[in-house]
């Protein structure tokens, strides 16, 4: 499956690519993750919290080609992106494996995928940085094998997610 | 130096790791120090209250390899009611791993936040193993570290820290299992329904 996660609307959406699906976090219902450890647990592999987010995160395991649209703030993913990949952790499991020789949680059924990251806004060649390195720590825990970043202005997300698109559909 | 506001940004913080943390701080930190927990509703009060106190600490675990949105959130709420005399701020992250460096990603944001936003930085407590350190017989590295971290921050001569548990990764692995296999026992969950590779099934 290929997957667009984004922190908001795009016009690409309302067109037919029937072989993409998408998700606007802007117009779900999604609260912060509470640590809990009931996904883990209590309920393993389920989220405690039955918002939207339950429906969010077995896409993101499914897929195999994935694009994350999200603003960047601080060198990170903004609130919307954010919040949605700290609900995330339902496809891990509470145990520790070693991968790449540092120890990560074991992952449930999550498909290996190739990832693209677009972060859009206005921002400083020092986030850009701190953004790069913190895609590569996502890499190990959200089952990347291959991933690329793209950073544009907030005026070029359309086209931007466009030409990943088009690449898809090829 | 004056007082310090410890800021509990964890999504959990009454009943967080970094409550326990910021205990300990208290403890070896001899000047006067104030607990505060960020939550959705006290952000203003919290960013007015900083004015009150020439250091902050924000104590916090990691989230998806960076900051949680609770900290996050209030970061973007204290950028644009930030205090007159700007504090210093240190840091205090725990990560559920044993390798403390997998905090440098967080740490290295809030360190780009305080040069965008004219804070000074202070200094910096990383924690491997945060989930567990403290009910082991290793707390007292910890102890130790938290000692030195505070007379740091007391005397300005500010530092980076890191502590975990001085185990091998494979035992480390073992030892999670035993933790997280009771952790499921006391809600009636095995191992092996805590296994489960189905998502949402």
Same mark, same amino acid.
Request: proline share 4%; net charge positive.
């Given at each position: 499956?290929n ?7 795009? @016009?690409?959406? =309302? ?6 699906? *998408? ?9 912060? !993750?509470?640590?809990? *450890?009931? !996904? ?21 395991? +499914?897929s195999e080609q994935i694009l994350y ?17 700290? #609900?995330?952790? &339902?496809?891990?499991?509470? *145990?520790?494996?070693?991968?790449q ?9 999550v498909a290996a995928k190739k990832a693209v990251i ?14 790069c390195?913190?895609v590569e720590r996502n890499a190990k825990n959200m089952s990347f094998e291959s991933y690329s970043v793209k ?10 997610? #466009?030409?990943e698109?088009?690449i898809w559909?090829? | ?11 959990? +913080? &009454? ?20 607990? !505060? ?10 960013? =007015? ?10 104590? *916090?675990?990691?989230? @998806? ?45 809030? #360190?780009?936040? !305080? ?87």
């Amino acid at each position: 499956m290929n997957l667009i996660v984004s922190d908001r609307n795009l @016009a690409v959406f =309302q067109e037919n690519h029937p072989s993409i699906k *998408f998700v606007d976090l802007s117009i779900l219902n999604i609260a912060n !993750c509470v640590g809990c *450890f009931g !996904c883990w647990t209590k309920t393993p592999g389920k989220c405690v919290i039955r918002d939207d987010a339950v429906k969010v995160y077995p896409l993101i395991a +499914a897929s195999e080609q994935i694009l994350y649209v999200s603003k960047i703030k601080y060198g990170g993913y903004d609130t919307i992106m954010k919040t949605m990949l700290e #609900r995330n952790i &339902p496809v891990q499991q509470a *145990f520790i494996r070693l991968f790449q020789g540092e120890t990560h949680h074991v992952q449930r059924n999550v498909a290996a995928k190739k990832a693209v990251i677009i972060g859009y806004g206005d921002i400083s060649a020092e986030e850009q940085k701190i953004f790069c390195r913190l895609v590569e720590r996502n890499a190990k825990n959200m089952s990347f094998e291959s991933y690329s970043v793209k950073f544009v202005s907030e005026n070029e997300v359309e086209d931007a997610v #466009r030409n990943e698109v088009a690449i898809w559909e090829k | 130096m004056g007082k310090i506001m410890m800021i509990n940004a964890s999504p959990r +913080a &009454p009943k967080s790791n970094s409550k326990e943390y910021a205990k300990l701080f208290a403890q070896y930190f001899s000047s006067e120090t104030e607990y !505060c927990e960020v939550k959705k509703s006290n952000h203003l009060m919290l960013c =007015q209250k900083t004015e009150n106190f020439s250091d902050i600490l924000f104590v *916090f675990p990691l989230y @998806a390899d960076s900051l949680p949105v609770t900290l996050l959130n209030f970061l973007k709420t204290l950028e644009v009611n930030p205090p007159q005399r700007k504090p210093t701020i240190s840091v205090l992250v725990n990560c559920g791993f044993i390798e403390p460096e997998q905090n440098n990603i967080a740490v290295e944001m809030l #360190r780009l936040y !305080c040069t965008t936003n004219g804070y000074p930085f202070g200094s910096v407590l990383k924690i491997g193993s945060g989930e567990a350190i403290l009910t082991t017989p290793f707390r007292i590295f910890l102890k130790a570290k938290i000692k030195k971290f505070a007379a740091s921050i007391k005397t300005q001569k500010y530092d980076t820290f890191q502590v975990t548990m001085p185990i091998s990764k494979k035992m480390f692995i073992r030892a999670s299992d035993v933790y997280w296999e009771k952790y499921g026992k006391k809600n009636g969950v095995t191992k092996e329904e805590m296994k489960t590779m189905k998502i949402e099934e």
